[in-house]
């Protein structure tokens, strides 16, 4: 059986081979903004519109994805360093037909390994290319090193930020830091836990200008979450709120901005580098 379904899998990855995979990375510059909440409603709103999203948990220590989803992961990254692992038997199942690939406690065990296992382990991802359109990095808050890696690695970077002030200025230490060390890197943003609409766009404005005006860069608002009741509800029950209340504020908020990004992302040409291209830049700054 386990046979099958791996053939199985090599095949549909052989007749996706040329399929765009997209690396995202989300981030935030204080802790407990929406990230993990964001990131996996993000990829299940993803799902919805026929898209095939994984989610990966590269949080520290704190495994916040399994918890949301009320999974307990049986395996993680780091068994992919075991003989005969494959990605396919790393992926966990989570609800909605997501996919997700736990981190496991040690996330900068990877800076730590020795060429030849980091080899091991980039080949073994590999496979994900063509497999997923998009692979969403969910991160721990702040400036750790791995998650910059991550970030400076990624075809694209959403920074999470509430319209708190405290919020506001640590997303944009992030930003900075971002453009300090990459130009070129293609930063969006997005408002949650907003009381209305105009409050996301106010939020918005404040930010894109101060990057505009003392980074001269562009960052693209992608869209806001209204702050709802039924997300701290759905987090209670570990269930996802787009599945547990699909029609509750957050969910709705999930979904115009799922289509916005679908939007831009078809009208904007991305780099065909995909997963390879991010591995490569990831090695290169970790080595
Ligand atoms: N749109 C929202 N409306 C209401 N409450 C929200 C919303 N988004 C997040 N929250 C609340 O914020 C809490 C923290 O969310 P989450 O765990 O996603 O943050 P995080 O940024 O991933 O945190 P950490 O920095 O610890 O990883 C949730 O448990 C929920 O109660
Ligand atoms: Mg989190």
Known sequence: ???????????????????????VTVTSGKGGVGKSNFSLNFGLGLIERGHKAVLF?????????????????????FHLLEPDETIWGILEKGPGQLEFIAGGSGFTQIMQLDDGKLELLFNRLNPLQGYADTIIFDTGAGLSKESLHFMLSSDEVIVVT???????????????????????VKIRLVINRVTSEREGRMTADKLTMVAKRFLNMEIHPLGYVLDDVHVSKA???????????????ASRSIRDLVGRYLESSAA??????????FLARLKHFIR
């Open 57 to 77: 948990d590269v949080d520290l220590g704190l495994a916040n994805l399994d918890v949301l989803m009320g999974l307990t992961p049986k395996k993680h990254l």
């Open 1 to 23: 059986m386990r046979d099958q379904a791996e053939q199985l899998r090599q095949r549909i990855q052989q007749s996706t081979q040329e399929r765009q995979t997209k690396l």
């Open 235 to 249: 987090v209670k029950q570990q269930r996802p709120f787009l599945l547990a209340y699909p029609q509750s504020k």
């Open 162 to 184: 509430t319209p708190e002030p405290p919020a506001i200025t640590d997303a944009y230490a992030v930003i900075k830091m971002l453009h300090s060390r990459s130009p070129v």
């Open 268 to 277: 904007a040409k991305l780099p065909a580098n995909g997963l390879k291209g």
